[in-house]
């Protein structure tokens, strides 16, 4: 179900690798699914009609309204091996405590039938889980979290290898901060996705990086890009009061979260995943592909996160003036 953006065009392209037949349903509004693949072109807001009635070894749904999950549960859920839903860490209803496994306690379910904002997507997320629940021991719940590399949409990984690759030896700011990181590349996820399919994993499980503190995640991305300027580390207070944002979004650092209520939001428990064979690449890997791609899209481009270079600047300043 897609396979025109990020996680679902490379799962796509996995499959294509492995030699799997794959048919993505799409509308392609704005991109489209990888070449040779058989498109299915269709708006899932149409209903149950929209899926073709015909038999499927594996299902990948990645989708975050859960009238799309209903419709496609009711259309093919008696045709399908083996259903695999990309659903997300943002189920969770706490993300104070480091550690946490599948079992911790969930948000409730939002009652809508389409996820309204991203301020209710842990909800929504939630729904589509349940939706998938009457397909009994064929489902795979994939709980993501962090995902970065080629094709991220959100610039929050890949701000941090272009804003060191930047110039190799100037200043850069970072947050002064205790949380931890976790990101998982989208060819670790998407190769997950597959292999646990191609072997019948079903379950539920987190399908996250390691944690590392996002200091340590920070030194080694700039060493992995060489850059040999002073990394100006400042306290989060400080942050907030010159307004600098957490996590993501324009005007912001990316990656830093508040600590407490978050010291577990990047810090989830990936053990069950990892038994049933998951596998994760070198960090060096992510941030020299992530690099790559934020080097065709252009370092110096306006960014959908981070601070662009006249922020930053004028807050080194402030910094200096003391």
Request: net charge negative.
């Amino acid at each position: 179900m897609g396979g025109t953006a990020f996680l679902s065009s490379e799962v796509a392209r996995e499959a294509m690798r492995r030699g799997h037949e794959v048919t993505c349903l799409a509308r392609g509004s704005k991109s489209t699914p990888p070449d040779d693949v058989e498109w299915i072109h269709a708006d899932r807001d149409d209903g149950p009609g929209v899926y073709p009635a015909r038999d499927w070894d594996v299902v990948v749904d990645v989708a975050r309204h859960p009238i799309h999950v209903r419709d496609a549960v009711e259309a093919l859920g008696g045709r399908t091996g083996n259903w695999t839903l990309v659903s997300s860490c943002s189920v969770y209803a706490d993300h104070s405590v480091p550690g946490e496994d599948e079992s911790a306690q969930l948000l409730p379910a939002s009652t809508g039938d389409h996820m309204e904002s991203m301020e209710v997507y842990g909800e929504a997320k939630v729904a589509c889980e349940s939706a998938v629940g009457d397909l009994g021991d064929s489902v795979h719940i994939c709980r993501s979290g962090l995902i970065g590399g080629r094709g991220d949409p959100s610039d929050r990984f890949g701000y941090w290898p272009a804003r060191f690759a930047r110039h190799g030896d100037d200043q850069v700011l970072v947050p002064d901060v205790a949380t931890q990181t976790q990101v998982i590349s989208v060819g670790d996820l998407a190769s997950w996705i597959l292999s646990a399919a191609e072997n019948e994993v079903v379950g539920i499980f987190n399908a996250v990086g390691d944690p590392m503190p996002l200091s340590n995640m920070l030194v080694l991305i700039q060493a992995t890009v060489s850059h040999t300027g002073e990394q100006v580390r400042v306290p989060p207070e400080w942050l907030e009061d010159h307004d600098v944002a957490v996590w993501s979004g324009e005007n912001s650092l990316p990656l830093w979260l508040h600590p407490g209520e978050f010291d577990g939001f990047c810090a989830r428990s990936n053990q069950a995943a990892r038994k049933h064979g998951m596998r994760l690449s070198d960090p060096k890997d992510l941030i020299l592909g992530s690099l790559s791609y934020e080097r065709e899209l252009g370092i110096d481009r306006p960014r959908s996160a981070g601070l662009d270079p006249a922020r930053e600047a004028e807050l080194l300043q402030l910094l200096a003036d003391g």
